[in-house]
């Protein structure tokens, strides 16, 4: 679910740059697709960065819930 998500948002994100350069701008259409192609890797890298700093947060916070155990080996003997 989440992929298809991500694509579509950087589909959404290309074809709608396209259509504003090439449309609205009177870009060529070759460089309107380039345009477009570059934006939509954009989109992906900010995608990924989210999910990075989404991941690592929920990482750090299921650390901290680990590290308030007391910290000794309940099968060892005093």
């Keep these: 679910m ?15 740059w396209f259509l504003l ?9 070759g460089d309107a697709a380039g ?3 570059g934006v939509a ?3 992906l890298i900010v995608v990924s960065v989210l999910g990075v700093l989404r991941s690592s947060r929920t990482l750090r916070a299921a650390e901290s ?14």
Aim: charged share 15%; no cysteine; hydrophobic share 50%.
């Design 2 to 16: 989440a992929l298809a998500v991500t694509v579509a948002a950087a589909v959404i994100g290309g074809v709608g």
């Design 21 to 29: 350069s090439w449309l609205v701008m009177d870009t060529a259409v």
């Design 65 to 78: 819930a680990d590290s308030t155990d007391s910290g000794e080996d309940p099968e060892s003997s005093s």
């Design 41 to 43: 890797f954009g989109v």
């Design 35 to 37: 345009e477009g192609v």
